[in-house]
T-cell receptor, first 115, second 111 residues
Framework: DQQVKQNSPSLSVQEGRISILNCDYT??????FLWYKKYPAEGPTFLIS?????DKNEDGRFTVFLNKSAKHLSLHIVPSQPGDSAVYFC??????????????FGTGTRLTIIP | DADVTQTPRNRITKTGKRIMLECSQT?????MYWYRQDPGLGLRLIYY???????NKGEISDGYSVSRQAQAKFSLSLESAIPNQTALYFC??????????FGPGTRLTVL
């Protein structure tokens, strides 16, 4: 049972345009969400996060939006740059499950920025 | 120097062999994790440890065991490797927040 889903395995975007990566979840206990970025031959690196008490969080070119009623979050990258080409993982945790916090990851979306 | 290191980075072994993957961290975090990554399946949790005396199974622990030798060290063992354990393995650490810091990964091939 995949509790965190990224339905688009890949996405190609022109340099300078907006990249939108989507993530859906099924577990209503999830209350904290993260995006990780992964380059080949490297481990995932933390990019941005959002708590369920917010619906938007921005960090430079990266913005994460959360729609709790739809159990959906998205990562917007504006403007997209060639260095953004990577695999992006969505992850979720249930912070209310104190002492047992774990991350559940999606399957990843490979983003390719076309120069 | 990297905060989270994994050894070896690459390993090819044969079915039935015992393999140990090692992870060390210098971040001073209490929590450590082992994941495997397979194409189309994302990152799946194998085992995790919230302190030196704490070991917990993740979603895919069968065929694996772990040892938390110290706060900074967390090893993953495959007692008798099989081909479907061929994957990328990642170690991660965290403090009491949700943000996990990952090592560079170990590519394991079981023939």
């Amino acid at each position: 049972d995949q509790q965190v889903k990224q339905n688009s395995p890949s996405l190609s975007v022109q340099e300078g345009r907006i990249s939108i990566l989507n993530c859906d979840y099924t577990n209503s206990m999830f209350d904290y969400f993260l995006w990780y970025k992964k380059y080949p031959a490297e481990g995932p690196t933390f990019l941005i996060s959002i708590s369920s008490i917010k619906d938007k969080n921005e960090d430079g070119r990266f913005t994460v939006f959360l729609n709790k009623s739809a159990k959906h979050l998205s990562l917007h990258i504006v403007p997209s740059q060639p260095g953004d080409s990577a695999v992006y993982f969505c992850a979720a945790s249930a912070r209310m499950d104190f002492g047992n916090e774990k991350l559940t990851f999606g399957t990843g979306t490979r983003l390719t920025i076309i120069p | 120097d990297a905060d989270v290191t994994q050894t070896p980075r690459n390993r090819i072994t044969k079915t039935g062999k015992r393999i140990m993957l090692e992870c060390s961290q210098t971040k001073g975090h209490d929590r450590m994790y082992w994941y495997r990554q397979d194409p189309g399946l994302g990152l799946r949790l194998i085992y995790y440890s919230f302190d030196v005396k704490d070991i917990n199974k993740g979603e895919i622990s069968d065929g694996y065991s772990v040892s938390r030798q110290a706060q900074a060290k967390f090893s993953l063992s495959l007692e008798s490797a099989i081909p479907n354990q061929t994957a990328l393995y990642f170690c991660a650490t965290s403090d009491y927040t949700d943000t996990q810091y990952f090592g560079p990964g170990t590519r394991l091939t079981v023939l």
